[in-house]
């Protein structure tokens, strides 16, 4: 077994951003597309979602050209959080957090199930598989770069 040193060649590291960006892009165009061509009006903590996944599109762009090795110090800290909203919201959706914790609105609630695929998968999980799979490519980018 080798370790990985900094001298590592970015041909084994730069698809892992590639494919971050990606996730960030598709994550993206697929929340663009359930509001602005399904319909579906996104509650607060879609848009809070929104707010954490939508600069990793572009700070994913920025590090991959030249590759950057501190994309992942930009990078982690916001997909965290993200994934720290889309969990609290998919606990919503469970029914675990009670109503009077729950930023929901009449328009827009945040319990309500708008879209559900397969019969279990539902907006708020796509965020958390989104914001896992980044989160998990950024620490395996994270430890092929290290010193």
């Given at each position: 077994?080798?370790?990985?040193?900094?001298?590592?060649?970015?041909?084994?590291?730069?698809?892992?951003?590639?494919?971050?960006?990606?996730?960030?892009?598709?994550?993206?165009?697929?929340?663009?597309?359930?509001?602005?061509?399904?319909?579906?009006?996104?509650?607060?903590?879609?848009?809070?979602?929104?707010?954490?996944?939508?600069?990793?599109?572009?700070?994913?762009?920025?590090?991959?050209?030249?590759?950057?090795?501190?994309?992942?110090?930009?990078?982690?800290?916001?997909?965290?959080?993200?994934?720290?909203?889309?969990?609290?919201?998919?606990l919503v959706y469970?029914?675990?957090?009670?109503?009077?914790?729950?930023?929901?609105?009449?328009?827009?609630?945040?319990?309500?199930?708008?879209?559900?695929?397969?019969?279990?998968?539902?907006?708020?999980?796509?965020?958390?598989?989104?914001?896992?799979?980044?989160?998990?490519?950024?620490?395996?980018?994270?430890?092929?770069?290290?010193?």
């Amino acid at each position: 077994m080798t370790i990985p040193t900094p001298t590592t060649p970015p041909n084994t590291t730069q698809p892992l951003i590639f494919t971050c960006w990606l996730i960030a892009t598709t994550a993206t165009l697929g929340s663009l597309f359930f509001s602005e061509v399904m319909g579906l009006k996104p509650c607060v903590l879609c848009w809070y979602q929104r707010i954490f996944m939508y600069p990793l599109v572009v700070i994913f762009l920025v590090g991959l050209f030249p590759l950057d090795r501190s994309v992942f110090r930009y990078a982690f800290p916001i997909a965290l959080i993200g994934l720290g909203f889309a969990v609290y919201h998919y606990l919503v959706y469970s029914g675990y957090i009670p109503e009077n914790l729950q930023p929901c609105d009449k328009d827009a609630s945040c319990a309500e199930i708008n879209l559900e695929l397969f019969g279990f998968i539902t907006i708020p999980m796509l965020s958390i598989l989104s914001y896992t799979a980044i989160i998990v490519l950024l620490l395996i980018f994270r430890n092929r770069t290290r010193a």
